[in-house]
């Protein structure tokens, strides 16, 4: 069994679809070790997203994820990591994202994707002590 960090974005919250991610991590078989409501300062956001702060994208999507409350949470289960990546979908709500998928459902725009996974078990364990230091 191993950890991922979820975290339904401020536009997952914001429209309503928290339940409804909840809901599908719960259904797959995964299980929730911790689950936090918040709004997180710059630091944290720039901490979360170190790998694009070069990216033209960055100070947007640092604007974004600090924009609203955002839900937090450790998901646990066999290959949770791979298993949450397959929920969510591609990045590309339209392009990669299929029908079926969180992003594939509900999502239009690259930015607002509602949903992020941690990408591998090493993005896995940083993101996890960034979110849930205990
Ligand atoms: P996440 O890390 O949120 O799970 P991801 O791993 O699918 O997403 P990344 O390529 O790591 O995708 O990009 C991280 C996030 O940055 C995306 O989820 C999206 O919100 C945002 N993003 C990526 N590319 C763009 C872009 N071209 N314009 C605006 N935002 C972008």
Redesign the pocket.
């Given at each position: 069994s191993e950890r991922t960090l979820v975290l339904v974005k401020p536009d997952g919250v914001k429209r309503g679809l928290v339940g409804e991610v909840i809901s599908r991590i719960e259904r797959k078989g995964l299980t929730l070790a911790q689950l936090e409501l918040r709004t997180v300062e710059r630091s944290v956001a720039e901490e979360h997203?170190a790998e694009?702060k070069d990216k033209p994208?960055f100070g947007?999507?640092v604007d974004f994820i600090t924009s609203g409350p955002l839900v937090a949470i450790a998901v646990e289960g066999t290959r949770a990591i791979s298993a949450f990546r397959q929920l969510?979908g591609?990045?590309d709500p339209v392009e990669k994202a299929t029908p079926g998928t969180i992003r594939g459902d509900f999502a239009l725009e690259?930015?607002y994707?509602l949903?992020?996974?941690s990408?591998s078990a090493e993005s896995a364990e940083r993101e996890l002590k960034l979110w849930f230091p205990n």
């Amino acid at each position: 069994s191993e950890r991922t960090l979820v975290l339904v974005k401020p536009d997952g919250v914001k429209r309503g679809l928290v339940g409804e991610v909840i809901s599908r991590i719960e259904r797959k078989g995964l299980t929730l070790a911790q689950l936090e409501l918040r709004t997180v300062e710059r630091s944290v956001a720039e901490e979360h997203y170190a790998e694009h702060k070069d990216k033209p994208f960055f100070g947007e999507l640092v604007d974004f994820i600090t924009s609203g409350p955002l839900v937090a949470i450790a998901v646990e289960g066999t290959r949770a990591i791979s298993a949450f990546r397959q929920l969510a979908g591609g990045t590309d709500p339209v392009e990669k994202a299929t029908p079926g998928t969180i992003r594939g459902d509900f999502a239009l725009e690259v930015q607002y994707n509602l949903v992020h996974g941690s990408d591998s078990a090493e993005s896995a364990e940083r993101e996890l002590k960034l979110w849930f230091p205990n």
